[in-house]
């Protein structure tokens, strides 16, 4: 088992920053962070590898979002900047062994999730 614990989310303006941590409690192969919004299914957002630090990106946050991990902490990021009203979503990180893979139910540990809330 893999316990992952988010942290981070809060109310920002349009244009602002947040960067939201998970920390975990063992390293698998893969992390990623997928966020949901009210009434979508959840979708990725980025992910990264723990040996390499090989990163992806949704075509909508790239270029803003950037994931990064600190192995000696085993914590992930995702610093999120120039953030707009449809970013609003309760973020989730989550940890795969599968390989490289953006589909949610290739994950089987997932953090509680935090609501991150842009207003224009």
């Known amino acids: 088992q893999v316990q992952l614990v988010e942290s981070g989310g809060g109310l920002v303006q349009a244009g602002g920053s947040l960067r939201l941590s998970c920390a975990a409690s063992?390293?698998?192969?893969?992390m990623g962070w997928f966020r949901q919004a009210p009434g979508k299914e959840r979708e990725f957002v980025a992910t990264?590898?723990?040996?390499?630090?090989?990163?992806y990106y949704a075509d909508s946050v790239k270029g803003r979002f950037t994931i990064s991990r600190d192995i000696s902490k085993n914590t992930v990021y995702l610093q999120m900047n120039s953030l707009k009203p449809e970013d609003t979503a309760v973020y989730y990180c989550?940890?795969?062994?599968?390989?490289?893979?953006?589909?949610?139910?290739?994950?089987?540990?997932w953090g509680q999730g935090t609501q991150v809330t842009v207003s224009s």
């Open positions: 990264i590898t723990w040996s390499r630090g090989s990163t």
């Open positions: 063992a390293r698998t192969y893969i």
């Open positions: 989550a940890a795969t062994t599968v390989g490289a893979t953006i589909r949610p139910r290739d994950y089987p540990y």
